[in-house]
């Protein structure tokens, strides 16, 4: 199964629906697996929690399945890198990439996407990884 991560901005529209909703769909689906790590699920849960896009009583819901395991697979340790320059923030996505051998990142962020490729791992965009699939 193929291991991505997804970036926050990726996730948090997948409530909207379009590309993100469908990598998401596939992630709950069981198609790919999803690699997580705490600044992630951190990020994940802050920004639902700004945007008020999920009530508590859904965000356990949520945080229950990364806890189950369902499709995901979660590193408590992640190597230090510097290689988004323009937004050091955005590393945390290459770490647990890295950490966790995932095949893509999957984020509509220009700087990141920018990267292209990091140590084998492509970093694309929700529409280009749907073009792969």
């Not at 008020?52 to 190597?79: C, K, M, S, W, Y």
């Not at 962020?109 to 492509?122: C, F, S």
Request: with cysteine; net charge negative.
């Amino acid at each position: 199964m193929i291991r991505v991560v997804v970036d926050t901005n990726v996730f948090v529209s997948s409530f909207f629906g379009g590309n993100p909703r469908k990598i998401v769909d596939l992630w709950k689906r069981g198609q790919v697996t999803l690699c997580l790590s705490r600044p992630i699920v951190g990020e994940y849960v802050e920004v639902l929690r700004r945007l008020g896009l999920q009530n508590e009583r859904e965000l356990d819901e949520l945080l229950g399945i990364f806890a189950r395991g369902f499709h995901v697979v979660f590193t408590a340790n992640t190597p230090e890198l510097h290689v988004v320059k323009e937004d050091p923030d955005d590393d945390k996505f290459i770490e647990c990439a890295v950490a966790l051998k995932a095949e893509y990142i999957i984020s509509g962020d220009r700087r990141l996407t920018a990267v292209q490729e990091y140590m084998g791992i492509k970093i694309v965009t929700p529409k280009e990884f749907l073009s792969i699939q």
